[in-house]
């Protein structure tokens, strides 16, 4: 019997882009049922790979580069889009992500949560609207820093000062020393507005916010995740405003509540975006499994990224879902199977190690494809 098999995974983080990741599940596959139907749909959730996603789906779209800050200031070209309709898309990933880090002599990203900015992302919007974009969409996922977006904010003319009219430094770890956010020169959003995408729910502050959630993701101790919450419950409350209290605003280490706050942008899901962009509903309809994953399966990826995004479809449309990760944490696995997410696979345990695994992404994804494959 000839099956039908959606398989739409995000990127794998630093590895491999979600394309690529849905050609190598597709090959295992093939190797074990070469006659099945497979429709490859990959996904984005806002971080890294939507703007290629978005290209995909968007006949008439044009690259552009512009040179940016990175996460902790080295500059580089960072790519954007702008489609045909004066509508510009930038990737805060491409910008200033968690990727572009600097890497220590072991090739392990140097992680600095008290002074990575998102400074880069508002250079970005600079050169878009410098280029004459009209609309905004700035995918937020993938951050390196934890700044409320006030970085950004900051290439784009918003000044934070301290009690001195001292302008505060790039960085999480100085909001502490905020006492003014001065908008006098702040750059006026563009007519056609913005819409943030983006990959969780958390608000900006609080025991599910962007600190205490995401912030030792970045590299925080129990120490600087204190000092980062500290830092952006003052900027939100020298800001005023409810924006903080909204789901998403923290997404990007806040940087979504800095832009809703000051340029008053619409927070989206960025999964749900990209879903509705590609036709998955349409493409699960009557298939017999899907098959999604990312780099990493842990507690939030049921919240707002593609993994979740894509089993809440399937469920809907009553089509099994497998997932397949790179690493998953201790408890992932069970949840996930006990939420009815059916089977999980990661490569960290096909390949034998994490490292063997970052080694040969493509090789394992291919083995975790014919795996799934062998057991339907």
């Given at each position: 019997?000839?099956?039908?098999?959606?398989?739409?995974?995000?990127?794998?983080?630093g590895?491999?882009?979600?394309?690529?990741a849905?050609?190598?599940?597709?090959a295992g596959?093939?190797?074990?049922?070469?006659?099945?139907?497979?429709?490859?749909?990959p996904?984005?959730?806002?971080?890294?790979?939507?703007?290629?996603a978005?290209?995909?789906?968007?006949?008439?779209a044009?690259?552009?580069?512009?040179?940016?800050?990175?996460?902790?200031?080295e500059?580089?070209d960072?790519?954007?889009?702008?489609?045909?309709?004066?509508?510009?898309?930038?990737?805060?990933?491409?910008c200033c992500?968690?990727?572009?880090l600097?890497?220590?002599?072991?090739?392990?990203?140097?992680?600095?949560?008290?002074i990575?900015s998102?400074?880069?992302?508002?250079?970005?919007?600079?050169?878009?609207?410098?280029?004459?974009?009209?609309?905004?969409?700035?995918a937020?996922?993938?951050?390196?820093?934890?700044?409320?977006?006030?970085?950004?904010?900051?290439?784009?003319?918003?000044?934070?000062?301290d009690?001195?009219?001292?302008?505060?430094?790039?960085?999480?770890?100085?909001?502490?020393?905020?006492?003014?956010?001065?908008?006098a020169?702040?750059?006026?959003?563009?007519?056609?507005?913005?819409?943030l995408?983006?990959?969780?729910?958390?608000?900006?502050?609080?025991?599910?916010?962007?600190?205490?959630?995401?912030?030792?993701?970045?590299?925080?101790?129990?120490?600087?995740?204190?000092?980062?919450?500290?830092?952006?419950?003052?900027?939100?409350?020298?800001?005023?405003?409810?924006?903080?209290?909204?789901?998403?605003s923290?997404?990007?280490?806040?940087?979504?509540?800095?832009?809703?706050r000051?340029?008053?942008a619409?927070?989206?899901?960025?999964?749900?975006?990209?879903a509705?962009?590609?036709?998955?509903?349409?493409?699960?309809?009557?298939?017999?499994?899907?098959?999604?994953?990312?780099g990493?399966?842990?507690?939030?990826?049921?919240?707002?990224?593609?993994?979740?995004?894509?089993?809440?479809?399937?469920?809907?449309?009553?089509?099994?879902?497998?997932?397949v990760?790179?690493?998953?944490?201790?408890?992932?696995?069970?949840?996930?199977?006990?939420?009815?997410?059916?089977?999980?696979?990661?490569?960290?345990g096909?390949?034998?190690?994490p490292?063997?695994?970052?080694?040969?992404?493509?090789?394992?994804?291919?083995?975790?494809g014919?795996?799934?494959?062998?057991?339907?």
């Amino acid at each position: 019997m000839r099956r039908r098999i959606v398989i739409a995974p995000d990127s794998f983080k630093g590895t491999l882009s979600a394309r690529d990741a849905a050609l190598a599940l597709a090959a295992g596959w093939r190797a074990a049922w070469p006659d099945d139907e497979l429709l490859l749909m990959p996904q984005a959730d806002g971080g890294e790979g939507t703007l290629d996603a978005i290209a995909q789906a968007s006949p008439g779209a044009v690259r552009r580069t512009a040179c940016v800050a990175g996460p902790t200031g080295e500059p580089h070209d960072a790519r954007w889009m702008l489609l045909p309709d004066h509508h510009a898309v930038i990737e805060l990933a491409e910008c200033c992500g968690i990727t572009l880090l600097p890497r220590r002599a072991d090739g392990s990203p140097a992680f600095a949560p008290l002074i990575a900015s998102s400074r880069g992302l508002g250079e970005a919007v600079t050169a878009a609207l410098d280029c004459g974009a009209q609309r905004l969409t700035l995918a937020l996922g993938g951050s390196a820093s934890t700044d409320g977006g006030l970085g950004a904010l900051s290439a784009l003319g918003l000044r934070p000062l301290d009690d001195r009219g001292a302008a505060v430094p790039d960085g999480g770890g100085a909001l502490d020393r905020l006492l003014t956010l001065d908008t006098a020169l702040l750059r006026a959003a563009p007519p056609g507005g913005i819409t943030l995408l983006i990959d969780t729910t958390a608000a900006l502050i609080g025991p599910g916010g962007a600190a205490a959630v995401f912030a030792p993701q970045k590299g925080a101790s129990a120490e600087q995740v204190a000092q980062l919450e500290s830092g952006l419950a003052r900027a939100a409350a020298i800001a005023g405003g409810d924006e903080h209290l909204r789901p998403g605003s923290g997404a990007a280490g806040g940087t979504a509540w800095g832009f809703a706050r000051y340029w008053g942008a619409s927070i989206r899901s960025g999964a749900d975006a990209i879903a509705a962009l590609t036709g998955l509903d349409a493409g699960l309809a009557g298939a017999d499994l899907v098959i999604t994953g990312e780099g990493r399966v842990d507690a939030t990826s049921l919240a707002g990224k593609v993994v979740g995004g894509v089993a809440e479809r399937a469920r809907v449309a009553g089509v099994p879902i497998a997932i397949v990760a790179g690493q998953a944490d201790s408890d992932a696995i069970p949840d996930a199977e006990s939420a009815g997410l059916g089977r999980v696979l990661t490569l960290a345990g096909l390949a034998g190690s994490p490292e063997a695994a970052v080694a040969a992404p493509e090789r394992w994804l291919r083995a975790a494809g014919a795996a799934l494959a062998r057991s339907l």
